[in-house]
């Protein structure tokens, strides 16, 4: 399986809502489907997972969604914060194990 | 503060093995299964393999498979992982990350080890 995020790169301002994809190519389980954001020189931090539950401590402007091969991680009104790169990830059961998405930048217009 | 926190920085040359280190802090070590994942410059992220702190079994990605060992220290509550036949592409920074049982997310990280591969 192999995650493709779109788009690459996303410019927006703060207080914007911002609408990033995650395309498996063949269908997966959304039980294993995860997003997380990372900024420069950190740690991955985890957003979501199961596809929309929030973990902890997350705001409830970012939300998460899709099933099948398509998922959306949503950020209703950006905050300076969230400018960062994300990333979904699934579980494949077997060799392949944990799968990541090559990210999402998205930056300050 | 629940953490896990990672050994220093490493310059290897190629053929060389490298060890890092992650330690959990403020945490019971024995209900967490510990991953180890890596991100080259620029590359999205790479999962290498799981180590499960009760009696320490351990899975590895394929690509992995040979080079890598993963082990835990039950005396000291630290996972260590070994890479060998060190090359240039391995140049990276190494995470470790914890799992919650089955749960197929990682929900804490480590702060990230680089490691450097250089002649």
């Known amino acids: 399986i192999v995650l493709t995020q779109s788009p690459g790169t996303l410019s927006l301002s703060p207080g914007e809502r911002a609408t990033l994809s995650c395309r498996a190519s063949?269908?997966?389980?959304?039980?294993?489907l995860v997003w997380y954001q990372q900024k420069p020189g950190q740690a991955p931090r985890l957003l979501i997972y199961?596809?929309?539950t929030r973990a902890t401590g997350i705001p409830d402007r970012f939300s998460g969604s899709g099933s099948g091969t398509d998922f959306t991680l949503t950020i209703s009104r950006l905050e300076p914060e969230d400018f960062a790169v994300y990333y979904c990830?699934?579980?494949?059961?077997?060799?392949?194990?944990?799968?990541f998405g090559q990210g999402t930048k998205l930056e300050i217009k | 503060q629940v953490q896990v926190v990672q050994s220093g920085a490493e310059v290897k040359k190629p053929g060389a093995s490298v060890r890092v280190s992650c330690k959990p802090s403020?945490?019971?070590?024995?209900?967490?299964?510990i991953h180890w994942v890596r991100q080259a410059p620029g590359q999205r992220l790479e999962w290498m393999g799981i180590?499960?702190?009760?009696?320490?079994?351990?899975e590895y990605a394929q690509k992995f498979q040979g080079r890598v060992t993963m082990t835990r220290d039950t005396s000291t509550s630290t996972v260590h992982m070994e890479l060998s036949g060190l090359r240039s592409e391995d140049t990276a920074v190494y995470f470790c990350?914890?799992?919650?049982?089955?749960?197929?997310?990682?929900?804490?990280w480590g702060q990230g080890t680089l490691v450097t591969v250089s002649s």
């Open positions: 990350a914890r799992e919650e049982g089955e749960t197929y997310y990682f929900d804490l």
């Open positions: 403020a945490y019971t070590f024995s209900n967490y299964y």
């Open positions: 180590v499960r702190p009760n009696g320490g079994n351990t």
């Open positions: 063949q269908s997966v389980n959304s039980d294993y």
């Open positions: 199961g596809a929309f």
């Open positions: 990830q699934q579980y494949q059961y077997g060799i392949s194990g944990y799968i």
